[in-house]
């Protein structure tokens, strides 16, 4: 399984990924690591391990369309059969995502469909909600929006803050982004319009 991974950040969970396969457990490569930032840890780490990092910043670019057409591509340069979207903090152009339907998955730190978009720590503990987690989802037009594949879950506790909250999510993102990536390499999960199946059987 060829994986395009796009980060903007740290790029832990591009780690979970690499170590995955590095030990193993997921049968992928990871042909290209792609960011709006150049100095990310996700470059960073890809560079370590010599896996192909391209980085290009929005700034040098006319608009957003221009942007998006060249990272587009420079992915298609590495012919992935996914796109794994691992904290990648830009919207993505409709054209090219409308290309990689079904194609293409991000991993966002709720329980979807609440709290989309930004601080989702924040407004777990806002809400009060007694349940947080993350979710593996198809990227679809909508943010955050499309079909889930996987969640995990954690309890709140009373003396949680954001950070100790989106440290405990963090910790179950990187088993839950690689089981994901396993369903994929497996060839066991498709998109069907708007359903996700597993083994032939929506979810
Ligand atoms: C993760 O919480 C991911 O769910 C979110 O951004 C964060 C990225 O972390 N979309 P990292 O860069 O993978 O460490």
């Given at each position: 399984?060829?994986?395009?991974?796009?980060?903007?950040?740290?790029?832990?969970?591009?780690?979970?990924?690499?170590?995955?396969?590095?030990?193993?457990?997921?049968?992928?490569?990871?042909?290209?690591?792609?960011?709006?930032?150049?100095?990310?840890?996700?470059?960073?780490?890809?560079?370590?391990?010599?896996?192909?990092?391209?980085?290009?910043?929005?700034?040098?670019?006319?608009?957003?369309?221009?942007?998006?057409?060249?990272?587009?591509?420079?992915?298609?340069?590495?012919?992935?059969?996914?796109?794994?979207?691992?904290?990648?903090?830009?919207?993505?152009?409709?054209?090219?995502?409308?290309?990689?339907?079904?194609?293409?998955?991000?991993?966002?730190?709720?329980?979807?469909?609440?709290?989309k978009g930004l601080r989702t720590h924040e407004q777990a503990l806002a809400s009060g909600?007694?349940?947080?987690?993350?979710?593996?989802?198809?990227?679809?037009?909508?943010?955050?929006?499309?079909?889930?594949?996987?969640?995990?879950?954690?309890?709140?506790?009373?003396?949680?803050?954001?950070?100790?909250?989106?440290?405990?999510?963090?910790?179950?993102?990187?088993?839950?982004?690689?089981?994901?990536?396993q369903l994929f390499a497996a060839r066991r999960v498709r998109l069907d319009g708007s359903?996700?199946?597993?083994?032939?059987?929506?979810?």
């Open positions: 399984l060829r994986l395009a991974v796009l980060a903007s950040g740290r790029g832990s969970n591009l780690q979970a990924i690499l170590d995955a396969i590095g030990d193993g457990v997921l049968d992928a490569e990871v042909v290209g690591v792609f960011s709006d930032r150049p100095a990310s840890g996700a470059i960073e780490r890809a560079r370590r391990v010599g896996v192909p990092a391209v980085a290009l910043r929005p700034a040098e670019f006319t608009d957003r369309a221009d942007f998006d057409a060249a990272l587009f591509d420079a992915i298609a340069r590495v012919q992935p059969d996914i796109i794994v979207c691992a904290g990648y903090m830009r919207l993505l152009g409709a054209a090219q995502v409308e290309a990689w339907h079904g194609r293409m998955i991000n991993i966002h730190p709720s329980l979807l469909p609440l709290f909600a007694l349940e947080h987690g993350a979710s593996v989802h198809f990227v679809t037009a909508e943010l955050d929006g499309g079909p889930v594949l996987a969640q995990a879950r954690v309890a709140v506790v009373p003396s949680d803050d954001t950070a100790s909250l989106a440290a405990r999510v963090l910790d179950r993102e990187h088993p839950l982004l690689v089981s994901a990536l359903s996700v199946m597993v083994d032939g059987q929506p979810l």
